[in-house]
């Protein structure tokens, strides 16, 4: 066989044993996650059912982790970042935690998204000492890194989209977190064919980082989820 016929066999199966590699440990995260989601809640419309609420509520959790999202330039909350919200809250209200932990990036002055979450939530009768605010929720792997860290969180419930729900709760169960998902999917959001390609990547990513577990952007002290919200917010 002549050379370069072996280099381009040989270049075929190297990316055949990547792209193994890449999907397989997606489709392990994928899976994992599945039987975990306990909710779903597929238009703005739709009721949360009795029997989910009832299952939620079942996991005794000490809170419902809201992640972040995009914040718009007014300050508002992007439509994702909304849902989550939205499903977050009624949960809450529905009695299935007693606190809401909200978890976004305030690396910058300019940009917040957990006081954006807090106001929206404030504006839904949430009262200020069940709102706890985690500012430096920078990455998934962050939120829920520090969930249990600075949190001192035990069992709780996930809220974010489909998608993105598997890899937080993958994460939840290499800190030794016992969590339950609740996808926000109200609508088809602009980009999501591509955001799904990235979550591919993402995925595989946060399966390395997991195994090496470095410490988040940034820790502190311990402010346990059991206590008021109030000492998390600026």
């Known amino acids: 066989m002549k050379l370069w016929k072996k280099i381009v066999l040989a270049?075929?199966?190297?990316?055949?044993?990547c792209a193994a590699i890449v999907f397989g440990l997606n489709a392990y995260v994928v899976h994992s996650g599945e039987a975990r989601i306990?909710?779903?809640?597929?238009?703005?419309?739709?009721?949360?059912?009795s029997e989910?609420?009832?299952?939620?509520?079942e996991q005794n959790p000490e809170c419902i982790l809201i992640l972040g999202a995009k914040v718009r330039a007014d300050g508002s909350p992007s439509y994702m970042l909304q849902d989550r919200l939205d499903l977050g809250i009624k949960l809450y209200q529905e009695g299935v935690a007693p606190k809401l932990l909200l978890s976004g990036d305030h690396g910058q002055v300019q940009y917040d998204e957990v006081n954006a979450m807090k106001e929206y939530a404030l504006q839904e009768g949430v009262p200020?000492?069940?709102?706890?605010?985690?500012?430096?929720?920078?990455?998934?792997?962050?939120?829920?890194?520090?969930?249990?860290?600075?949190?001192?969180?035990?069992?709780?419930?996930?809220?974010?989209?489909g998608y993105h729900l598997y890899r937080a709760?993958?994460?939840?169960?290499?800190?030794?977190?016992?969590?339950?998902?609740?996808?926000?999917?109200?609508?088809?959001y602009h980009g999501q064919a591509m955001r799904d390609l990235r979550?591919?990547?993402?995925?595989?990513?946060?399966?390395?980082?997991?195994m090496l577990k470095p410490e988040p952007t940034y820790l502190g002290e311990a402010i346990p989820i059991s206590g008021s919200g109030i000492e998390t917010q600026d």
């Open 128 to 161: 200020e000492e069940d709102l706890f605010l985690d500012h430096a929720g920078f990455s998934t792997y962050d939120s829920v890194y520090r969930a249990k860290k600075v949190f001192q969180v035990e069992r709780m419930v996930v809220v974010t989209q």
């Open 52 to 57: 989910e609420v009832r299952e939620l509520k």
């Open 38 to 49: 306990l909710c779903r809640v597929e238009t703005r419309e739709t009721e949360l059912s």
């Open 11 to 17: 270049l075929l199966l190297l990316a055949a044993v």
């Open 199 to 210: 979550e591919i990547a993402a995925r595989d990513k946060d399966v390395v980082k997991w």
């Open 169 to 188: 709760l993958y994460g939840c169960e290499k800190m030794g977190i016992k969590a339950w998902g609740a996808a926000a999917d109200q609508t088809v």
